[in-house]
């Protein structure tokens, strides 16, 4: 009897001590800081396709996980690595396993600003709005054309800059192509409230057309209070059919962007851009317009201008005429003070 009582005391012992060992262990699995243990808070990346092999080299690389067999015990127990998202995830400092996998898992991204402004051609999109998401150009390309093509709203290759306003903008970095395009196209219907397409049929123009008024605005004058002058101007052009005579369109027509001075021979470029050929607004926005621009040619100030030229003094700023005698001497003034600025610089090389 002594020698079985012993034999099970024995295996008391034993089976306590495994027991609290796994306990233990258990706890040091779920509960111990184990994720960038005593380091600053980083950000995760995970890359479409990405295996759960390739996940554990990376975080031990990286030196986010301190015991990647307790990491990779968990996240199996837990069918992590049958449910892999890709993204960029915020890591903590003193993370535990069941924290970190849990941020993992449950989608728990971090979102991306993605930022665009100054962008002239619409092949200019795809390489600025990707740039910190898992989206490539060449992807973003081929949705922006596929909406292109199935659109009922006008979007064509011509305008469909338009749909894109310049900001900031929060996008997660595993977002599908489609979906990408499909959020920039929700902004531009939100940003077109009620309140600005009534403004604009008031004026007689498309959401479409404003833009690409507004794109022209924005060429003419560095200075963001002339704009809703300029656009009063050009609106007033447009009532009467007379031909814009935008210089900046010029530009685009040759498409020659280092152009500093328009020339009589830039004039006679056949393009529907070429506003000093063709009445009416050119078939798509020559850059991409800010918010701003877009409102002062909505809020357009009324005036009987129907001409402009820089100011003598290279303020930036213009002066503005109702008739052609009027603007004549205008322009007369600013080639005098041109002539004799550039006579004042040839001295002082001398």
Not at 59 to 69: A, E, I, R
Request: charged share 25%.
């Amino acid at each position: 009897m002594a020698e079985v009582s012993k034999t099970k005391l024995a295996f008391f012992l034993v089976a306590s001590t495994l027991l609290i060992t796994f306990v233990f262990y258990g706890y040091q699995i779920l509960y111990t800081p184990n994720i960038l243990v005593d380091r600053d808070n980083r950000t995760f990346i995970i890359h479409k396709d990405d295996s759960f092999r390739k996940i554990q080299e990376e975080l031990g690389k990286g030196g986010f996980v301190n015991d990647m067999v307790s990491f990779s015990f968990l996240a199996r127990l837990k069918n992590y690595d049958k449910r892999i998202q890709p993204g960029r995830f915020a890591l903590r400092r003193n993370m535990t396993n069941l924290e970190a996998i849990g941020v993992l898992s449950a989608g728990m991204r971090q979102a991306e600003n993605v930022t665009f402004t100054n962008v002239r051609l619409a092949e200019e999109l795809g390489e600025k709005i990707t740039k910190n998401i898992g989206v490539t150009p060449t992807e973003f390309d081929e949705a922006l054309n596929d909406f292109v093509d199935t659109n009922t709203e006008g979007f064509n290759q011509e305008n469909i800059i338009s749909m894109f306003l310049p900001n900031t903008y929060e996008v997660y970095y595993n977002v599908l192509p489609n979906e990408l395009i499909e959020r920039f196209h929700n902004e531009y219907k939100k940003f077109w409230n009620e309140g600005r397409i009534a403004k604009a049929k008031a004026i007689g123009l498309t959401q479409l057309e404003v833009s690409t008024l507004a794109s022209i605005v924005q060429a003419e004058s560095v200075k963001e209070d002339e704009a809703e002058i300029i656009a009063g101007l050009y609106i007033n052009r447009l009532k009467k059919n007379i031909p814009l005579q935008a210089d900046p369109t010029l530009v685009f027509a040759a498409k020659d962007f280092t152009l500093k001075r328009v020339l009589n021979k830039h004039k006679e470029i056949d393009s529907p851009y070429n506003t000093y050929k063709y009445a009416g607004l050119p078939p798509g926005p020559i850059n991409m317009p800010q918010i701003a621009t877009i409102d002062a040619v909505l809020n357009y100030q009324n005036h009987n201008y129907i001409y402009m030229c820089a100011r003598e003094d290279f303020s930036g700023y213009h002066n503005f005429a109702s008739t052609l005698s009027e603007h004549n001497r205008n322009a007369s003034n600013y080639q005098k003070a041109l002539t004799n600025e550039m006579r004042i610089a040839a001295q002082k090389k001398k």
